[in-house]
Each structure stands twice: as structure tokens, then as C-alpha cells.
């Protein structure tokens, strides 16, 4: 599975963006799908996740009430709306496919596809 992530860019803190990942294959259905950040000098930290059928959401402590993970199985992608941003969220994003137990996608050791990253700034 390819994993393409995109719509990362600058905006400006209490704006939004919308991030998109795109899957090469329709297996894209049948795994959980997470999204990780790596901001500069600091630990890969999780985000969100979401089951293949799309009901089942997991969010990391400090992105919980800000972003949201959804998913649109018809184009393979899932996407991460993130809404009141804030220069800490500035950082590259990975979205990431993983299977087995859904509680275990918040561990980045359950992905096994990882795509490139999209960069997103947060200016003050």
C-alpha cells in the first residue's frame, strides 16, 4: 500500500487546514488508519486514528476537540480536519496504515505503510 499525503502548508494560529491521504489500493478498507506528527527536536507523537468501517476514532490529548479524523472509502483516503491550530502544532504530519487491534493504532509500532509527510506551520 502507497500512502500519499498531502495539504499541508502556513496558516496562521486559530486557522484550519485540512490534510488528505490518499491509498494505493482498495486494502485501504480493510486496515486502520492513523495520523502521527513529528514536530523539530521532539518525539513522533500520535494524532488520530480511525477503524476501516470509519465508526471507531481515537485522538491524541492534545489535539482532542480541535481535530477530526474521518475517512471516504469510495476514494481511499482518509483525512484529518484540523481546526483552532496553534504554533505547537506546527510539525510533519504522517498519515499511516496499520492492522490488528484498533486500540493498538496509537502506538506507532502497529503501522506497517507510512507515507512521506506533509509539513504544517503554525505562525503566531
Known amino acids: 500500500v502507497q500512502l500519499q499525503a498531502s495539504g499541508g502548508g502556513l496558516v496562521q494560529a486559530g486557522g484550519s487546514l485540512r490534510l488528505s491521504c490518499a491509498a494505493s489500493?482498495?486494502?485501504?478498507?480493510?486496515?486502520?488508519m492513523g495520523w502521527f506528527r513529528r514536530a523539530l527536536g521532539k518525539e513522533r507523537e500520535f494524532v488520530a486514528s480511525i477503524s476501516p468501517d470509519g465508526v471507531r476514532t481515537l485522538y491524541g490529548d492534545s489535539v482532542k476537540g480541535r481535530f477530526t479524523i474521518s475517512k471516504d472509502s469510495a476514494k481511499n483516503t482518509v483525512y484529518l480536519q484540523m481546526n483552532i491550530l496553534a504554533p505547537e502544532d506546527t510539525a510533519v504530519y504522517y498519515c499511516?496504515?496499520?492492522?490488528?487491534?484498533?486500540?493498538?493504532?496509537?502506538?506507532?509500532?502497529?503501522?506497517?505503510?507510512w507515507g512521506q509527510g506533509t509539513l504544517v506551520t503554525v505562525s503566531s
Open positions: 489500493e482498495r486494502t485501504f478498507n480493510r486496515v486502520n
Open positions: 499511516a496504515a496499520a492492522n490488528g487491534v484498533f486500540a493498538s493504532t496509537i502506538s506507532a509500532a502497529a503501522y506497517i505503510y
